[in-house]
């Protein structure tokens, strides 16, 4: 064989090792990525593990559909359930039941790859039984404001989306750390939060709306109370004679719910017309609109603090 044959055989096989070598690296990376998958621990202390970013997601309630939204992830959203009203395009996204009741069938037909929860706010015997399906399931439940710039970085893993949760939940950071540095410090303002008026409930220091009070200055007077929301009566609120009530309503400045304390006008929050509402939307989901209740909340109590004799 001649030289100049030798060495075109040599480059032949030469090439043939090297695309040999690149596809096996390439596969090996592949495999390596993939086996990888997205591993995180859910608030319920679950290991949650996709292999890939979900691209099928199903939300189970209306703050969880708020912070995929928030977390970049909205187009990803296949499935919610009623009430997830915000932003304007959650409205458009098929229905699979309520917090009461939902549609196993419907889910399992949407075929998600991932399903987020409220882990307090489902029903723990649906939650099982989409469990069996083998479906990976997320729980969520936020006790303080930071928790909420979490969720929406570990939802933004989750979609891969983290370009636009991170800066997201950077910004809420920012936003609520300015709230807290301007009133926190201020005077406080002895406060009975009524999130239900039959039975009277309301929260106790465990609870994310606590959080937003503490960040205003305010002391919420059952705070120790157990479990999460507590029923009270009306003679445990006259009692601890709060400086301000704050009733959470559907509309905001509909505060009917809040007359009847007027039959007792030697009540501190009466007396110096410190009976304030805030809209449920706003106070109650654990999203970054929280902050704009937040801030409503940190004004009321200035002006509870100005009426001051």
Not at 7 to 14: A, C, N, V
Not at 29 to 40: N, R
Not at 242 to 259: D, F, H, K, R, Y
Not at 282 to 300: F, H, M, W
Request: aromatic content about 6%.
């Amino acid at each position: 064989m001649s030289a100049s044959g030798a060495h075109s055989i040599f480059s032949q096989r030469g090439r043939a090792r090297l695309l040999r070598f690149v596809l096996a690296a390439a596969l090996s990376v592949g495999s390596a990525a993939a086996g990888a998958g997205i591993t995180l621990t859910d608030d319920s202390g679950r290991s949650v593990t996709l292999t890939q970013a979900a691209q099928r997601i199903i939300s189970l309630t209306p703050h969880m559909t708020e912070l995929l939204f928030a977390a970049g992830a909205g187009a990803q959203v296949v499935g919610t359930v009623e009430y997830s009203n915000y932003p304007a395009a959650a409205q458009r996204i098929a229905r699979v039941g309520d917090n009461a009741q939902l549609d196993l069938e419907r889910i399992v037909a949407l075929k998600p790859d991932l399903i987020v929860v409220w882990k307090n706010g489902n029903a723990q015997r649906q939650l099982d039984k989409l469990l069996r399906l083998g479906i990976p399931v997320f729980y969520n439940e936020p006790r303080r404001l930071a928790d909420i710039a979490r969720s929406i970085g570990q939802l933004g893993r989750l979609a891969g989306t983290e370009t636009v949760a991170l800066p997201a939940a950077r910004a809420f950071e920012a936003r609520a750390a300015e709230l807290r540095r301007r009133y926190a410090g201020r005077a406080p303002v002895t406060v009975f939060l009524q999130i239900w008026d039959k039975p009277l409930m309301t929260i106790n220091a465990d609870h994310l709306i606590s959080d937003v009070i503490r960040l205003c200055g305010g002391q919420n007077v059952f705070g120790g109370l157990r479990p999460l929301t507590p029923e009270i009566s009306t003679e445990a609120v006259l009692a601890a004679d709060p400086e301000a009530i704050i009733g959470v309503t559907g509309e905001a400045g509909q505060a009917e719910s809040l007359q009847l304390w007027k039959k007792w006008p030697r009540l501190n929050a009466v007396a110096r017309d410190n009976l304030f509402s805030i809209h449920s939307d706003l106070i109650s989901r654990n999203t970054p609109r929280v902050l704009d209740a937040a801030q409503q909340l940190c004004e009321q109590f200035d002006a509870a603090r100005a009426r001051r004799k």
